[in-house]
């Protein structure tokens, strides 16, 4: 089964660039999602189909694909993007999800 | 403004069917562009997606080969809403459950799950 590699945290100083890996076999090929999760939240969509913000999300939030690693990255962090983050593909006809990213704003 | 609203017990025993349901406002069970899942999330799984249900001419069901001997989804166009039916459950099945929609703009395409609902926390205990 196809599997995506996250890091298990990041941490970022406040107003600096904070990215979030997601790893897959061939990532590039397929259309990556990005959700944000506060804690006792359901989770949020912040990317879609790779660099897509949908409407409601700030510009800091941004994604990149290729190769075999796709990124979320959030510019200018904010002591508010603290949250755990996921990637999510669909293979063989399943949605698959990283295995999550604790993003701390220091 | 499509909102999902779940309701179901949080308690389970063992041996026993968990049984959620969600409520759709702002879009319809039938939408030709969507599909329907549920999606549940625990410390030792993360999030673990369990299925799909949608309409295209007819109602097709897919499930995640984990549950699928177990797991039922049933669509109810009368009161638009979708619901869980998981057989059988045990300690494992303990976990946050969430329903959400699914873009599918295209034939045969799945995209982001744009929609979640609250979510059900969900204890199987005796």
């Known amino acids: 089964s196809y599997e995506l590699t996250q890091p298990v945290s990041v941490s970022v100083a406040l107003g600096q660039t904070a990215r979030i890996t997601c790893g897959g076999s061939?990532?590039?090929?397929?259309?990556v999602h990005w959700y944000q999760q506060r804690p006792g939240q359901a989770p949020v969509l912040v990317i879609y189909?790779?660099?897509n913000r949908p409407s409601g999300i700030p510009e800091r939030f941004s994604g990149s694909n290729s190769g075999n690693t796709a990124t979320l990255s959030i510019t200018r962090a904010q002591a508010g993007d603290e949250a755990d983050y996921y990637c999510?593909?669909?293979?063989?006809?399943?949605?698959?999800f990283g295995g999550g990213t604790k993003l701390t704003v220091l | 403004q499509v909102q999902l609203q779940q309701s179901g017990p949080g308690l389970v025993k063992p041996s026993q069917t968990l049984s959620l349901t969600c409520a759709i406002s702002?879009?319809?069970?039938?939408?030709?562009?969507?599909?329907w899942s549920w999606i549940r999330q625990s410390p030792s799984r993360g999030l673990e997606w369990l299925g799909r249900?949608?309409?295209?001419?007819?109602?097709?069901?897919d499930y995640a080969v984990s549950v699928k001997s177990r797991i039922t989804f049933n669509p109810d166009t009368s009161k638009n809403q979708f619901s869980l039916q998981l057989n059988s459950v045990t300690p494992e099945d303990t976990a946050v459950y969430y329903c959400?929609?699914?873009?599918?703009?295209?034939?045969?395409?799945?995209?982001?799950?744009?929609?979640w609902g609250q979510g059900t926390p969900v204890t199987v205990s005796p």
């Open positions: 702002g879009d319809s069970v039938s939408s030709s562009s969507a599909a």
């Open positions: 249900t949608y309409y295209r001419s007819k109602w097709y069901n």
């Open positions: 959400a929609r699914v873009s599918s703009p295209y034939t045969n395409s799945w995209y982001e799950f744009d929609h």
């Open positions: 999510q593909v669909w293979d063989s006809n399943t949605a698959v």
């Open positions: 189909r790779d660099t």
């Open positions: 061939n990532i590039g090929s397929k259309n």
